[in-house]
């Protein structure tokens, strides 16, 4: 959430006209898309964006349950904004605001932020946002939003080579680690959608609310299903210790835009932990991201860590990720204080 620092809460330029993106209108889509692409861009290093294909995908779906708004500002016609709003009825809002550069301190985000809570009020009490910028975290806390968590963005520079491979090491002896791309193998698809419930229950979250993920297969085989459509190979790698699953990590990587892989979950059961698991799970991903055709023009992967999780980020560290920014995500009632 790129948001402009506003100077009064009750002021909104007369010229910000706010619209509804209907996702139908596929030249409407794209240019909200590419709005929201260059304003959430600007000032930072190797940013992954989802591409046009994948939008166009995901729009032409919509997710069963959930409401998403897209919103497109414009100053005399010219598009000079964005915003998406998305939210799972009676859990908190995702939003993104995006400004572009030269139109930033005119009251374009506000009148976006403005027209989301509008759209969203229905369905939903509690609104998070994100930003990389002092400028955003400022206007965010003046519409009352509370700072939940902070997480270090860092990427690792692609391809690996063989000697780079060999260098991340191999598993524990006792640890049988499975790799592969796309769904998960039948034999541990219950595993891998029990894994994943865990690890929305531990992840470090600050103060941000919790939402509970489905243990179910049917869960994981409908993601699959929307991952796939919208034009991602998912990259995954399971550990299991004596027969029971301890550990997974997933990478996903955008067949039409493959310049920057994104590293989703790395989650270890505590009662392994220290044992070189989360190492041996990352290593063995990352020799089956690079087995991929699919991968030859990545250049990055990128991950992002609560800056309070230490042990993690030094071990991003070790594979030669580096440090690029910090996202700021905040919370807050999608009503207006009075």
């Not at 939903?124 to 910028?133: D, Q």
């Not at 006792?174 to 790799?179: E, K, M, P």
Request: proline share 5%.
């Amino acid at each position: 959430m790129l948001l402009p620092r506003r100077t009064s809460k009750a002021w909104s330029p007369v010229n910000v006209h706010v619209e509804v993106v209907d996702p139908r209108n596929v030249p409407r889509l794209l240019r909200w898309n590419g709005i929201l692409r260059d304003g959430f861009a600007v000032g930072r290093r190797h940013v992954w964006s989802r591409s046009d294909e994948a939008t166009c995908a995901q729009f032409r779906e919509p997710h069963p349950t959930r409401v998403a708004v897209l919103l497109l500002a414009e100053i005399d016609g010219v598009p000079v904004g964005a915003a998406e709003g998305h939210v799972r009825p009676g859990e908190p809002a995702d939003v993104e605001i995006a400004v572009l550069e030269g139109f930033r301190r005119q009251g374009v985000g506000g009148a976006l932020l403005n027209a989301l809570r509008a759209r969203l009020r229905s369905v939903a009490t509690v609104m998070r946002a994100e930003t990389y910028s002092d400028a955003g975290v400022d206007f965010a806390r003046s519409e009352g939003l509370t700072v939940g968590i902070r997480e270090g963005r860092q990427v690792l520079g692609l391809p690996l080579s063989a000697h780079a491979l060999a260098a991340l090491g191999s598993a524990p002896a006792d640890v049988d680690l499975l790799s592969w791309s796309g769904r998960c193998p039948e034999k541990v698809v219950e595993s891998w959608a029990l894994l994943r419930s865990r690890m929305a229950d531990e992840v470090p979250m600050g103060d941000l609310t919790r939402t509970a993920v489905s243990a179910e297969v049917e869960a994981v085989r409908r993601n699959e299903q929307r991952m796939h459509d919208q034009g991602y190979t998912l990259v995954r790698s399971l550990a299991r210790v004596e027969g029971e699953a301890v550990g997974y990590t997933e990478i996903l990587l955008s067949r039409a835009d493959p310049e920057i892989a994104f590293q989703d979950d790395t989650f270890v059961e505590q009662h392994v932990r220290g044992r070189g698991i989360g190492r041996a799970l990352k290593s063995a991903n990352l020799r089956q991201l690079m087995r991929l055709p699919e991968s030859a023009d990545s250049r990055f992967v990128q991950t992002y860590t609560s800056l309070t999780n230490e042990p993690m980020l030094a071990l991003n560290r070790s594979f030669g990720f580096e440090d690029i920014d910090v996202l700021t995500i905040l919370e807050g009632p999608l009503e207006e204080s009075s």
